[in-house]
């Protein structure tokens, strides 16, 4: 790693996939700022290397800006807020926007970014927080050729597969969108088949054993069954994060006129299991609105 | 293969799974005579090798009756109907039931051939059609361990994978509607996530190949998305399988008092394909219900 391919990056929202994004930053040879609204990720990153510094100072020398926030609201803040970071970048730097958005809100922020003479990759990620701290991740990518030329370098410290979903910012959350229609769908539709197979009697492991050979299997499936088998709800995805996801689906969905009844049936799965008091548990929690539902007990509840 | 090893078999229902199953048999030595109520698919398998001979004359020299027909009803009929089977075998011949059924029909089954000193095998079967003509099923069986080993030849010949769910008939058969629900679901869901992307500017065949690397993907995603992106809508599984077998999880679902929300939004789909006078073509067609709700055109629809 020479110092002319070393680039100032700073990360914003360290949670599990961008601390592990950062991580991989690191690891490439980069400069890594890290923010975070809690203070002790930004520490614990400092501490594995993370370089420090006020925003306000070392804003004009970055050369590209990781966003791995929650939601748009959240970009849009980290962006074009109060404190935005836009308006203190140095002309030509890149933003590559990592959150799960609407199309409309990539496409909007491309022409603001660019009017403001910088560039603008729209940039979802998937493949979960061990992936993020690999730098294994496959990122569904959209903008403009220079927008992808110097986001290049971030590209190859995180991304094992990159597609390339067309020249302008849109796209790479069409197809985030339609990616997060499906696995919400598929663990909600897991956790229905799983306790619809323990109420007949079968047993969990062999649920997970015996479908991940047939043709009801998902990647999904196979993911999460796991986890409601051991009785761990470590969040690696939290509940709450499909509220906001199927969310998204649904108001697309909505505002274009487009019928999507089983992804509205999943989200309301996961809206009882957070009206349940679960919205911080792993997303394989929902199987306990099925399971409370039809007066059975999970692997690991009850005495 | 020696004479020892060859059994007498009759297969009822020589649709595509039956007749690959047929063949699977024909292939292994064993006299295969096959049934269906279309007479031109009897002619045929008779023409590739199958014996002849009416059922009354042949029934008594049967050592096992592989039934793959359609439903509980055909399955009722076939056995124990005005014609039916069971009274006609030998003592200790085996009836290998592979069509989708409630588990309360295959305990009962199993108690009634029990009554007639007939061996019966709980055995749903899972794969598709070109698994069945390769004898590479997956069979998910149950039964006495007598039924087991009288049906040892013909699940050597027909499959590639045998899950043992159990030493009395029912589990095998509440294993395959969780896979079914599982499968109906899935293919439904990959309709409305591909034509969900297509209106936001997706096409069809970047749908597959991105989805299908990401953790949105389903076996039945990547086996059934290439028929819709090609047009083609000959039935290698039709959608009134589906109004036959999400019923059955639906019926099951509802004695059990088990809410299976995601099972019955996916089930209407179907209803809706059927309804639309697409019930006999592949399953993928679901997504016609979903391309005329949102007043898009299919790959080769229109002009």
Same mark, same amino acid.
Request: glycine share 12%; with cysteine.
């Given at each position: 790693?020479?110092?002319?391919?070393?680039?100032?990056?700073? /990360?914003?929202?360290? +949670?599990? !996939? *961008? &601390?592990? !994004?950062?991580?991989?930053?690191?690891?490439?040879?980069?400069?890594?700022?890290?923010?975070?609204?809690?203070?002790?990720?930004?520490?614990?990153?400092?501490?594995?290397?993370?370089?420090?510094?006020?925003?306000?100072?070392?804003?004009? +020398?970055?050369?590209?800006?990781?966003? @791995? @926030?929650? %939601?748009?609201?959240?970009?849009?803040?980290?962006? =074009?807020?109060?404190?935005?970071? /836009?308006?203190?970048?140095?002309?030509?730097?890149?933003?590559?926007?990592?959150? $799960?958005?609407?199309?409309? =809100?990539? !496409?909007?922020?491309?022409?603001?970014?660019?009017?403001?003479?910088?560039?603008?990759?729209?940039?979802?990620?998937?493949?979960?927080?061990?992936?993020?701290?690999?730098?294994?991740?496959?990122?569904?990518?959209? *903008?403009?050729?220079?927008?992808?030329?110097?986001?290049? #370098?971030?590209?190859?410290?995180?991304?094992?597969?990159?597609?390339?979903?067309?020249?302008?910012?849109? #796209?790479?959350?069409?197809?985030?969108? @339609? %990616?997060?229609?499906?696995?919400?769908?598929?663990?909600? $539709?897991?956790?229905?088949?799983? $306790?619809?197979?323990?109420?007949?009697?079968?047993?969990?492991?062999?649920?997970?054993?015996?479908?991940?050979?047939?043709?009801?299997?998902?990647?999904?499936?196979? %993911?999460?069954? #796991?986890?409601?088998?051991? *009785?761990?709800? $470590?969040?690696?995805?939290?509940?709450?994060?499909?509220?906001?996801?199927?969310?998204?689906?649904?108001?697309?969905?909505?505002?274009?006129?487009?019928?999507?009844?089983?992804?509205?049936?999943?989200?309301?799965?996961? /809206?009882?299991?957070?009206?349940?008091?679960?919205?911080?548990?792993?997303?394989?929690? @929902?199987?306990?609105? &099925?399971?409370? %539902?039809?007066?059975?007990?999970?692997?690991?509840? +009850?005495?």
């Amino acid at each position: 790693m020479t110092d002319q391919s070393s680039m100032n990056i700073a /990360v914003f929202g360290l +949670g599990s !996939m *961008g &601390y592990g !994004m950062a991580q991989s930053l690191l690891r490439a040879g980069h400069t890594v700022h890290g923010f975070d609204v809690v203070p002790h990720q930004v520490a614990r990153f400092q501490d594995e290397g993370g370089a420090g510094g006020e925003l306000a100072d070392i804003a004009g +020398g970055l050369d590209a800006v990781v966003v @791995v @926030v929650l %939601n748009a609201g959240q970009t849009e803040e980290v962006l =074009f807020g109060d404190d935005g970071i /836009v308006p203190r970048l140095k002309d030509r730097a890149v933003i590559m926007s990592c959150a $799960t958005v609407p199309p409309e =809100f990539a !496409m909007d922020a491309e022409a603001r970014c660019a009017a403001a003479g910088i560039h603008y990759l729209d940039a979802p990620i998937s493949g979960g927080s061990v992936k993020a701290a690999e730098g294994h991740l496959s990122v569904m990518a959209a *903008g403009r050729p220079e927008a992808f030329a110097a986001a290049k #370098p971030v590209l190859d410290a995180t991304a094992e597969t990159v597609f390339d979903m067309g020249d302008h910012a849109g #796209p790479g959350s069409v197809m985030k969108s @339609v %990616n997060q229609l499906l696995a919400g769908v598929h663990i909600a $539709t897991m956790a229905e088949a799983l $306790t619809f197979g323990m109420q007949q009697g079968l047993a969990p492991d062999r649920f997970l054993e015996v479908i991940s050979k047939c043709a009801g299997t998902s990647w999904m499936l196979e %993911n999460r069954a #796991p986890h409601i088998i051991d *009785g761990d709800y $470590t969040p690696h995805s939290q509940v709450d994060i499909w509220l906001k996801d199927l969310g998204i689906v649904m108001d697309i969905a909505r505002s274009n006129k487009f019928s999507a009844p089983i992804a509205a049936a999943a989200l309301q799965q996961y /809206v009882a299991a957070s009206g349940m008091g679960l919205g911080q548990e792993d997303d394989a929690a @929902v199987a306990k609105v &099925y399971a409370r %539902n039809s007066g059975q007990q999970l692997p690991g509840e +009850g005495s």
